[in-house]
């Protein structure tokens, strides 16, 4: 840049490491490492699970807004070229406001950015009479795959601060067009990018309030097999698989539909994201209370049983990633070494050192319905003369179950 004939130097730190160019949007990492939001979503959507800078393999893919740093950005350039000459691309909110109604693809990319921007004009949008349900009307009609993915990115970012929920849901699943929004929700999710996917099942998990919209939603032809897909996604993507558990949970309260995700293979893929070591807490606690949930059918307690990872691999949870994660991990064991009375599953939990764990969650500040289905549990294996506690070797000969 230059201001009265001099060079001014840029600060390193206003520098994407990605593009090189001073940060419009400012966003950082979970490795600490701060880059423009264009590059290093960019950078995610290439299918790159690592810190540009650091290489180190990510956790989560999510970023935080660096507020502080953009802030002195703003401040540096306001200094070197005043606000009053200075040509800025950004929208206004009311330039926002009329680009909506448009529904064009260039139109939509440019509200993106806008809501990509901040948090206000996150709200502003989501807050505006009319410009929702205008959004969700794109879903509606025969649009292109890209603008359906523009679309459904940007509900992504304002369905969360949208003031009437239970209309949208209405609106879109109870009237008319409902067949066409699945439609378009489907191609989405069988041919969208990643980011699309992961906000197509976002917001079906939004609009699932009820009885009548789950049914809807998971009686759409092909929904529940995409949704399993992007769970076991080979893209190795947290947020597509927390985002895909989060709508599966969203949409299995009525049993028929529990009994569709059991048949469709979900026991394994839920067991196998249990056994790994990279999981976020939000996920093995989802994982864990899908198969709660699979685990009250007949169908979903067999196909625990029959797997040969799944309860040694809940067992494992227990009492290591949260109080959530193992209240749904004894209520599985609960149901079927309790109700099922599978010797198979009788096995693991002892192979696994569950008794123990069993034990020590009856001693610790547990809820009175989880210290019953624990005295439960240990009564079955007292009564089961091929592991009865008496003859279990265990290092914790202090803790008595009765």
Known sequence: MVRNDLYITIPSFFKCPISLDVMKSPVSLCTGVTYDRSSIQQWLDSGNNTCPATMQLLQTKDFVPNHTLHRLIQIWSDFLIPPSSSSSSALSHEQAQQLIHTNCSDSLSKILDFVRESNENRKFLAQTDGIVPAIVRVLGNDADLSTLQLA???????????????????????GDRHSAFLSSI??????????????SARLLEA????????LLIAEK?????????LVSSDTDSTDAIDAGLSCLIAVSMLRRIRLQ???????????KLLCRTDSRVSVVEKALKLLEMASTCTEGRT??????NCVAAIVQKMLKVSKEATEHAVVILWSVCHLFRDQKAQEAVTKSNGLTKILLLMQSNCSPSVRQISADLLKIFCVNSKSCLS?????TTHITPF
């Open 303 to 308: 196909a625990i049983c029959e797997d040969p």
């Open 391 to 395: 003859s279990y070797d265990t290092k």
């Open 221 to 229: 032809e092909c929904i529940l097999p995409e949704l399993m897909r």
């Open 207 to 214: 609009i699932a309030m009820d009885a009548e919209s789950k």
């Open 152 to 174: 459904v990115r940007v509900l992504d970012f304002i369905v969360t601060d949208y003031r009437d929920k239970e209309q949208l849901m209405k609106s879109i699943l109870k």
């Open 186 to 199: 489907l191609l989405l999710l069988q041919k969208g990018s990643l980011d699309s996917r992961i906000a």
């Open 261 to 271: 995700i059991v048949r469709l293979g979900a026991v394994p893929v839920l067991g």
